[in-house]
């Protein structure tokens, strides 16, 4: 990610591997579970946007904001590094996870349920159970092309991540577009049902994407992957333009 004062706590970037300020406070993290159902698992491409979309549906919900009741351990979460963790369920695994207080988002095929920021070590037992990996994911057929009307969270080309690890960083990268929003733009993306794409660069894409002023998220490098770049923002302020046709549905 590349500093920008509109990020929470001034220009510190809560994603760069070097240990900076945020890690003096306590660390909390953001649980998103994915439903993986053995005999219908959710295209990887939706399911990436379902999970980029939760971010911002839990950002902008009403619990999350002033004196809401989700309101001071997000912000705490956004004044330490910015953790996302992704786990799967299915099944009973899912009830269950149904039943803490979160947002379920639906996409295409995809559902993905966001809880509010836990702290690193104190999750709740039907969560912490659950299990990172076997998110591998596929898409049937080849993404359509991204609407140009709405954000574009382009990949990195050169990495290879699973699927859950990949919903982390595109929820990065949705949340480092909702920073650099005016409150007009937040209003009107919300309102349009958070309409966004997800796709993997072209390599020359690529190198244009990360040598312009764009939200760029940097992975830390704790798992998977080196520290670097992952994503980037491409088209955040065209939600200044979006209508209020809503696309996808929350519950």
Do not use: C
């Amino acid at each position: 990610m590349t500093s920008d004062s509109t990020v929470p706590g001034g220009d510190v970037d809560p994603f760069r591997n070097e240990r900076t300020v945020r890690d003096e406070a306590p660390q909390f993290v953001l649980p998103l579970v994915v439903r993986i159902e053995r005999d219908a698992p959710p295209a990887r491409t939706d399911a990436l946007e379902t999970a980029a979309r939760a971010v911002l549906t839990i950002l902008s919900d009403e619990r999350a904001l002033g004196d809401g009741e989700w309101a001071q351990v997000m912000r705490d979460w956004q004044d330490a590094r910015i953790r996302k963790v992704v786990r799967r369920a299915r099944g009973a695994e899912w009830r269950r996870a149904e039943a803490l207080p979160g947002i379920t988002v639906t996409g295409k095929s995809a559902e993905v349920r966001v809880f509010p920021p836990v702290p690193l070590d104190g999750w709740p037992k039907d969560l912490a159970r659950l299990q990172v990996s076997g998110t591998d994911l596929d898409d049937p057929e080849p993404p359509a092309d991204a609407d140009p009307t709405a954000p574009v969270l382009w990949l990195n080309p050169d990495l290879g991540m699973s699927a859950g690890k990949t919903m982390a960083q595109t929820g990065h990268g949705a949340q480092l577009a909702w920073w650099e929003l005016s409150d007009e733009e937040r209003t009107a993306w919300r309102q349009a049902g958070f309409p966004l794409s997800v796709r993997t660069a072209a390599p020359a894409q690529w190198a244009e994407l990360i040598s312009s002023e764009r939200p760029l998220v940097r992975d830390a490098g704790f798992t998977e992957i080196a520290p670097g770049l992952t994503v980037a923002v491409e088209g955040h302020h065209r939600v200044g333009e979006l209508g209020d046709e809503g696309r996808g549905t929350v519950g």
